[in-house]
């Protein structure tokens, strides 16, 4: 690891308030060098705290941290925050199992206000920290950290409508970079543009000071005239100013890359006392060219490949297909044949794999911006209007838009597909972007059809399903490859139905394993160890989530010894749970278990490494089978001799 001479000594905020500016690059070069070499080795976000590194360092030279409250919105920003707040050394450990989350966590640190990882959040939360302080007296201030991406979320609106209203001394500092993940979108946005592009009020009142102090004796009438054109500069430039029109004062946009300036901005807003936005422009990736020639490139980076020693050991074989491509394919194929289709997102078209969609219908592409409950409900309208809506959006950020399925999708049966990418075990990114929740949050919601296809061939026909449905249809799949193309994955889908994937014939004493989604490579895994051991396991993929076809499920079910449900999903509120339930209601006592994900909140680990937590890996599964097998003849066993004991 490189050698800083600076960095390493702030270990807590007061620390820097006695740097030289000299000293403040040198520091600035430094976090960035430990940024760079850290998300490369363990994955990050790169490109957004490359952008925020000045602004932090000023920021914790301006207030006192954490009497002084700063929330970071979405919180992928702030490892400049960590690496100033004594986090120096966990650094290293961004983002693995046991280790430093690369989101704000209250559990880390008493400089970490609010956990977060989901955006627009920030302005509600400072300001409730804002009032809650207050009435017991406090008289510091509460800094919200805000994108100008996260800023057009709803949430951020409706705070800031709320905060207008309090009048309350909120600060918000806008960390405008002109980029979400890829390019903003919105008219708020191209709002914001125009206030940075245009030469600012400050640049404007800079260049005035200037020219006043070149003259060399003004009198009173021209400092008269001066003040009237500094008055009128204001106006020019913040006559329509959304932010003084809400009840906000504005400063900005100041250079989010000079901290001498932000500092002066900063002791300024102390002395505001009604609710204030600074907004400061930054560059997204700066100090490493290539995220700033591509940061949405750079939002996001996986841990690069550990060099292989030896040139033999090189896996040649192609990477296997994702499934989030095998749907960003599937969906530009149904385009061609449908011109009905149009394809939306909320600031993901790159993650979601709907980049050649973008490129290809331009015109039937909508990225709607971080608004998924917007998103959802436009969606609908589309499908009123006759079109067939295939909405793009994280599991994990579908939480934001319950309602909006139940209310407008749903109950007047619109046939809208949302389709829910990273759903079950997600890597790197910790407990808010776990995406264990949709199977108990939309399962049972009347009229929905939802799948879990596994590979190309599933995706295909799901969403060919999807195209015929006159309802809503939810598709759901893990960040996980493909499934190998095979003739049982091929089979065409039967309504509630699923298909087996091994299934041997005439066995006895059988145990079935189900497996929803991804899981299904685990559950081969455990059929195979369990067949080494002479305990014979067939597996059926279930494909629906809704409808379920429960006769034909719980006639399959009466043909085994035991049956293993396995699920990518929070276990409690599940479809295993349902089924548990159908069979209770049908009187139908099957030797049935149910596995998934416990209920607890799952960190930051590999998504390997969360299937082992979780117990769903194949060896772990296998070993369960054997238990529960070994429970079960023991209970036959005391049962034959409790009958015996009777005779
Ligand atoms: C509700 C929600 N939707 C989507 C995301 C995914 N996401 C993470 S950061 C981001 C872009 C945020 O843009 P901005 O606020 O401008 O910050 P920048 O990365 O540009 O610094 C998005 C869309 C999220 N975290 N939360």
Redesign the pocket.
Known sequence: MSEFSILPGMNNPAALKSLSSEELKILSGEIREYIIETVHRNGG?M??NL??VELTIALHRSFNSPVDKIIW??G??CYTHKLLTGRFEEFRTLRQLNGMSGFPKREESPHDIMNT?????SVSAALGVLVGEQLAGFRGRAIAV????????GQALEALNYAGHLGKNLIIIL???????GN?VGAISSYMSRMTSTGSYINMRRFIDRAISTIPFFGKATLRFVYRLKRGAKSIFFKENLFTDLGFKYIGPIDGHNIERMEKVFEVAKEVNQPLVIHVA?T?GKGLTDAEEN?AGY??VSPKAPEKADESEKDDSPSAQKLTEAYGQTIVKAAERDKNVVALT???TS?TGLKEFSETYPDRFFDV??T?PHGITYAAGLAVAGRKPFIS??S??MQ?AVDQVIHDVAIPHLPVTIVMDRAGLVPGDGE??QGIYDISLFKNVPGMTFVAPVNQSEMEMAVELALKSRGPFMIRYAKESCYPECAALSAPFESGRGVFLSKGEGRENKTLLISLGSLLTEAETCAGLLEKKGISCDVYNMRFIAPLDIDYLLDLVSNYNLTVFVEDGVKTGGLGEKIAAAMLEHDRNFHFRYLGAPDEFLGQATREELIRMCGLDGKSLAGRVEEILHNYRFEEVVKQVRNDSWR
């Open positions: 976000h490109a957004s952008g925020a919105d979405v992928h920003q990882g989901h955006a627009s959040t805000i994108g100008d991406g996260s800023l057009t979320g960390n405008d970079n002109n980029m979400s993940i903003n930054t997204k940061p939002h996001g909320a600031a993901m993650g911006g971080i998924e959006i994280y994990t950020f934001r808010t972007h």
